[in-house]
């Protein structure tokens, strides 16, 4: 089978405290250092403010808040994923903060386990499954589901109220 008749199984996998988890390659855009982020006034308190990002202004979210975690400590791994989200035929770009990219890994659909139902301290509506990959679990997100259609309204509104400031 050709590949273009099949999807990639790439996913890029990063950390977040502990946990390793992995965006489908297709929703991730680039792949940037820290920089200056400007703080948006009256932003939910997981939008850490927005960066300039080759001429358009990007929010960037604090995932860890997101997912219920601490606060992102920033240190020298600390770095912005960008994403590429697609919903109701919009695309929205979003900056996502993560402690550590750890790389690119190629998952096969038999290897990919049912996401946890109950018991799990992350909400599993996000995670569309998990792989275990030299002895951990990795959980593999879904990032349409991360955010919902409101949130996602409410980034792009805040996001355009300091457009003109950029």
């Known amino acids: ?26 929703s991730v855009l680039n792949i940037l250092e820290m920089t200056k982020i400007t703080k948006v006034p009256k932003a939910p308190d997981y939008m850490k403010g927005v960066i300039n990002l080759r001429g358009t202004v990007l929010p960037v979210v604090d995932t860890r808040l997101k997912f219920g975690l601490t606060e992102t400590v920033f240190t020298d791994k600390t770095c912005i994923i960008v994403m590429d989200i697609i919903i109701d035929d919009q695309k929205v770009l979003i900056g996502s903060l993560v402690d550590a990219v750890i790389s690119v890994i190629e998952v096969d659909n038999n290897e990919i386990q049912p996401p946890p139902n109950i018991g799990s301290k992350y909400r599993s509506e996000f995670i569309t499954g998990m792989v275990k990959i030299d002895e951990k679990f990795i959980m593999l997100l879904d990032m349409v589901k991360v955010f919902t259609f409101d949130e996602l309204h409410e980034l792009k509104d805040k996001t355009v109220e300091v457009k003109e400031d950029f």
């Not at 089978?1 to 992995?22: Q, V």
């Open 1 to 26: 089978m050709e590949k273009s008749e099949t999807e990639s199984n790439s996913y890029l996998s990063f950390k977040l405290g502990d946990e390793e988890f992995a965006s489908h390659v297709n």
